[in-house]
């Protein structure tokens, strides 16, 4: 959870799931999804998977007899989803984006272990594991038959969390609202309201935040971050100099600036 571009990708994976959970039970298609799509592939490879994501609550809903949307009503959810392959497509880097995360995943898994397949002898693993478990255990005691979609969200959040380590977030993130619904018939009550006090409550605790970063970004710590990585003059002329494709082993919190600076 360090300031990385994968955290908008975790941000943005909640936003599109949450908004196809309520396309399910509404049928509306949700085009805004499209420019947010386009945002993402911008910023962090991690889009393939909440395009994915979305495939599978797609078909899941129009296999479900029971929630199956009107032939117009599916024709339009279909296409908000080609859009989005589509918004992904024409980013500044063309339609060569589409491809990236296979390459990327071939390159990679051999050398970060974050590609490779989860471990799961770990609390992160162990915590997403654990409520895939909890949720399917809720199911059977309570002798709820799931949805397709519910179902499938659950197969592709056991499927995630295994498959690498750096989709253990996502694994968790699907499953939550799964957990949260299983959950609610044990506990017995109905959903509470917000109340006016708590609505309140959390407006004060976000501007007390947003001031509290201000201040340290107005403070000594800001103008240090604007900075990184600090005098580097030398070593950027040095690398200037070598030829282009020369490999060099740099320090991991300059590889940004590495990139940036010196792409070939």
Do not use: Y
């Amino acid at each position: 959870l360090n300031p990385r571009p994968q955290l908008v990708s975790f941000v943005l994976f909640a936003i599109v799931l949450l908004a196809w959970l309520r396309t399910i039970h509404d049928h509306r298609s949700r085009w805004w999804l499209v420019p947010l799509f386009w945002l993402w592939a911008c910023s962090h490879g991690l889009w393939a998977f909440g395009l994915f994501t979305s495939a599978v609550l797609l078909l899941s809903l129009l296999l479900d007899p029971g929630l199956r949307p009107s032939r117009r009503d599916a024709a339009q959810l279909t296409s908000v989803w080609l859009a989005c392959v589509v918004a992904v497509a024409i980013t500044p880097l063309g339609p060569s984006l589409l491809l990236t995360p296979f390459q990327v995943a071939n390159n990679a898994a051999a050398l970060a272990e974050e590609w490779m397949p989860t471990p799961v002898n770990n609390v992160f693993s162990i915590a997403s594991l654990g409520m895939v478990v909890a949720t399917a255990v809720l199911w059977l005691t309570t002798r709820r038959r799931p949805r397709l979609w519910e179902a499938s969200s659950l197969l592709l959040a056991l499927v995630l969390t295994l498959a690498m380590w750096r989709l253990v977030p996502l694994g968790s993130i699907l499953t939550v609202p799964l957990l949260a619904d299983a959950l609610q018939p044990v506990v017995g009550r109905t959903r509470e309201r917000w109340t006016r006090l708590e609505r309140r409550g959390v407006i004060v605790a976000w501007a007390a935040a947003l001031g509290l970063a201000a201040l340290v970004s107005a403070g000594p710590a800001g103008a240090s971050a604007q900075q990184f990585p600090g005098d580097v003059r030398a070593v950027d002329a040095a690398l200037g100099r070598l030829p282009a494709k020369t490999v060099v082993l740099d320090d991991f919190p300059i590889s940004g600036w590495l990139l940036w600076r010196h792409p070939d």
